[in-house]
């Protein structure tokens, strides 16, 4: 993770200091690191053995050269006689274009060379454009310069997680709350990997969140150890959600997030020993998501109830209680006590089994309730004089 995050931050600053960094990571190490993060943006797996001729990434860099080559044929093996087609780029240019800020995608270095004119147009002839060669290079074409800006939902349903599709209809709601937050370098902290049990199983979403922030790191966490699973800018981490010090521990590591999801045990119990555990460590303006709600009402697997839906145990009850917590400048009386939350929770969004929890600063004041106050003092003097 450190060298993800080196790159990062390196693709920010000055030439120098981006050249200075890829030597002190190596190039060899970065071009892997680049190679991976192209390959996984490409969603390469889908075009590879597919093409006409194969794909050939050249990364190059003050004397150093690294390459990989995306196969044309099915078997992997050398794609007919069609010469590769050959992408060539300077390192630090696609530290940027990948990790930058979007203003900062360039192609200045960039050279394409379609196999020989006179193979290509004998092929050509054969096999008419467009689809011929819309594989592999269009693919890493449309990563280098960011074009790949597929939506939650088509992510959702391309890694496989329950998101979106017949059981859940999340990712429309992520996206309003999250899309203006795309290019932005963010933490994301996922309670809940999945693939329950099987160590090698699960990943889906956290693999959803990497693709569609390409500049995040996407932090996943699971009761069951889930390490195996892990990927650059996608750290997994052994922890029990309602055991506040292992939560703590991965605090400990990745730092403080700008995003929460719970999409793990889903029990009430643990939904909250989570939300107290991990919101004061949610950065300021961060969002904190608490995924199928429903699960609280349901005594099979998830030991739910309908007896007092306004409880502090029940997850409908702790979210009702936030709401008060919105308003606790407002309160006359001392009907209810003042929560730890109070201050930093600024918005609540509550959807059909998914929560929104805002974080910031909520204290704009009550002049009304100041007013009241002030008025109800002077009675109660008048009444005991
Ligand atoms: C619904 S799956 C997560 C699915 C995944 N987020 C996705 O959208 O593809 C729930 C996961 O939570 C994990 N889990 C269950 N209890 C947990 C706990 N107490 N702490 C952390 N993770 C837990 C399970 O092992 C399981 O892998």
Redesign the pocket.
């Given at each position: 993770m450190d060298r993800i995050n080196q790159l990062l931050d390196a693709a920010e600053t000055r030439s120098s200091d981006l050249a200075a960094t890829i030597s002190a990571i190596g190039f060899d190490s970065v071009a892997e690191l680049l190679f991976q993060e192209i390959r996984f943006r490409a969603r390469i797996d889908e075009v590879a053995g597919a093409g006409y001729a194969d794909t050939t990434l050249v990364l190059v860099h003050e004397g150093h050269k690294a390459e990989f080559t995306v196969p044309a044929a099915p078997d992997g093996g050398p794609g007919g006689d069609l010469p590769s087609v050959v992408i060539t780029q300077e390192v630090g240019e696609i530290v940027r274009s990948l990790y930058g800020p979007r203003d900062l995608v360039s192609a200045a270095t960039r050279t394409v060379r379609w196999p020989g004119a006179e193979v290509a147009q004998r092929e050509l002839a054969r096999n008419p454009l467009p689809d011929r060669w819309a594989g592999p290079p269009q693919r890493i074409l449309d990563v280098l310069d960011r074009r790949d800006q597929l939506d939650l939902g088509r992510l959702a349903a391309y890694y496989g997680?329950?998101?979106w599709g017949p059981l859940h209809q999340y990712t429309r709601r992520y996206e309003q709350h999250l899309s203006p937050w795309r290019d932005r370098r963010v933490t994301i902290l996922?309670?809940?990997?999945?693939?329950?049990d099987d160590p090698q199983d699960?990943g889906?979403?956290l693999r959803m969140w990497k693709h569609y922030f390409p500049r995040a790191i996407v932090c996943g966490?699971?009761?069951?150890d889930k390490r195996a699973l892990a990927e650059p800018r996608m750290p997994i981490f052994q922890?029990?959600?309602?055991d506040r010090d292992s939560l703590l521990a991965v605090i400990d590591e990745i730092g403080r997030p700008d995003v929460i999801i719970d999409?793990?045990?889903h029990i009430s119990a643990?939904v909250i020993a989570s939300f107290e555990a991990l919101f004061p460590y949610l950065r300021h303006d961060g969002l904190y998501f608490v995924e199928d709600l429903q699960t609280a009402l349901w005594p099979f697997i998830f030991g739910g109830n309908e007896d007092d839906l306004t409880s502090q145990d029940h997850t409908f009850g702790f979210l009702k209680q936030l709401v008060d917590g919105l308003h606790y400048e407002e309160f006359m009386g001392d009907s209810r006590a003042a929560a730890p939350t109070d201050r930093e929770v600024t918005a609540l969004h509550v959807y059909h089994n998914l929560a929104v929890i805002e974080k910031g600063t909520n204290a704009e004041g009550s002049p009304g309730a100041d007013a009241f106050r002030t008025l109800m003092n002077s009675q109660s003097r008048d009444d005991t004089a």
């Open positions: 997680t329950d998101k996922e309670i809940g990997v999945g693939g329950y699960g889906e979403s966490v699971d009761i069951v922890a029990d959600q309602s999409d793990g045990s643990h």
